[in-house]
């Protein structure tokens, strides 16, 4: 019986901890804050929380019409149009953009993203994350296998990987990278040719994450275990 209750004790504190809820914590449309009826014009930073945006490796930028993305902005709907990639069979996951955004007091990171490719952008997609802000690892690759056509709520979820929590140098990008098992990068429309100057555009690019226990609710969980010990302890005394 005894053996028992530390199970039990563990069962009683974990209902204790209300169940975490996941809120979207960062989020870029790359709209004008005010709309002003121009989708060239946007804005890098997000419309909700804090966090950066930026080119990578030569990257250029700038904004055009997010229009087929799953942006709920009925007019002036930018997304964030790049393009200068690499040359063919060159510069695998050296070039797109990245994000970094603190994970201080969440946890649970889910990342999600609609992408537009040109016919003849990079076909693969890699997502990468840094628990550093300098190192990345190899995460989730995406296949845009269609041309001049948005790819909408990409998403993954980081919950499995316990550094992404509360860190405050959390960042992801999103490169483009070889066909898997090749030196060279597939072009997004199959009657088209790779080229430098296609384009991938960001749309929606958001980070969901729940709170981590607050230490006033470890607190209580620790008070739920000590009521339990002495509700066992004087159990067994009877
Ligand atoms: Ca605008
Ligand atoms: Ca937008």
Same mark, same amino acid.
């Given at each position: 019986?005894?053996?028992?209750?530390?199970?039990?004790?563990? %069962?009683?504190?974990?209902?204790?901890?209300?169940? %975490?809820?996941?809120?979207?914590?960062?989020?870029?449309?790359?709209?004008?804050?005010?709309?002003?009826?121009?989708?060239?014009?946007?804005?890098?930073?997000?419309?909700?929380?804090?966090?950066?945006?930026? =080119?990578?490796?030569?990257?250029?930028?700038?904004?055009?019409?997010?229009?087929?993305?799953?942006?709920?902005?009925?007019?002036?709907?930018?997304?964030?149009?790049?393009? =200068?990639?690499?040359?063919? #069979? #060159?510069?695998?996951?050296?070039?797109?953009?990245?994000?970094? /955004?603190?994970?201080?007091?969440?946890?649970?990171?889910?990342?999600?993203?609609?992408?537009?490719?040109?016919?003849?952008?990079?076909?693969?997609?890699?997502?990468?994350?840094?628990?550093? #802000?300098?190192?990345?690892?190899?995460?989730?690759?995406?296949?845009?296998?269609?041309?001049?056509?948005?790819?909408?709520?990409?998403?993954?979820?980081?919950?499995?990987?316990?550094?992404?929590?509360?860190?405050?140098?959390?960042?992801?990008?999103? /490169?483009? =990278?070889?066909?898997?098992?090749?030196? %060279?990068?597939?072009?997004?429309?199959?009657?088209?040719?790779?080229?430098?100057?296609?384009?991938?555009?960001?749309?929606?690019?958001? /980070?969901?994450?729940?709170?981590?226990?607050?230490?006033?609710?470890?607190? &209580?969980? &620790?008070?739920? &275990?000590?009521?339990?010990?002495?509700?066992?302890?004087?159990?067994?005394?009877?």
């Amino acid at each position: 019986m005894r053996k028992s209750m530390p199970g039990l004790a563990l %069962a009683i504190a974990t209902t204790l901890v209300a169940p %975490a809820q996941a809120d979207i914590v960062s989020l870029w449309d790359f709209n004008s804050p005010v709309a002003d009826a121009n989708t060239s014009t946007g804005n890098l930073l997000p419309a909700l929380g804090g966090g950066t945006a930026a =080119t990578l490796g030569g990257v250029t930028a700038s904004f055009s019409a997010g229009t087929g993305s799953s942006d709920p902005a009925g007019s002036d709907d930018s997304g964030w149009n790049t393009t =200068t990639y690499a040359s063919q #069979g #060159g510069g695998d996951k050296s070039r797109g953009v990245q994000f970094n /955004v603190s994970t201080v007091g969440l946890k649970d990171i889910v990342l999600t993203y609609d992408l537009r490719h040109s016919n003849t952008s990079s076909r693969y997609e890699l997502l990468q994350y840094s628990l550093d #802000g300098i190192n990345f690892t190899d995460f989730a690759t995406f296949d845009g296998d269609a041309g001049d056509t948005w790819f909408n709520g990409r998403s993954v979820d980081l919950s499995g990987i316990a550094g992404v929590n509360d860190n405050a140098s959390f960042a992801f990008r999103v /490169v483009a =990278t070889f066909a898997p098992g090749t030196g %060279a990068y597939s072009s997004s429309n199959d009657g088209s040719n790779y080229a430098t100057n296609g384009t991938w555009r960001f749309d929606m690019v958001s /980070v969901s994450a729940a709170p981590v226990p607050e230490p006033e609710t470890y607190a &209580l969980m &620790l008070a739920g &275990l000590g009521v339990v010990g002495l509700a066992v302890r004087r159990r067994s005394r009877t």
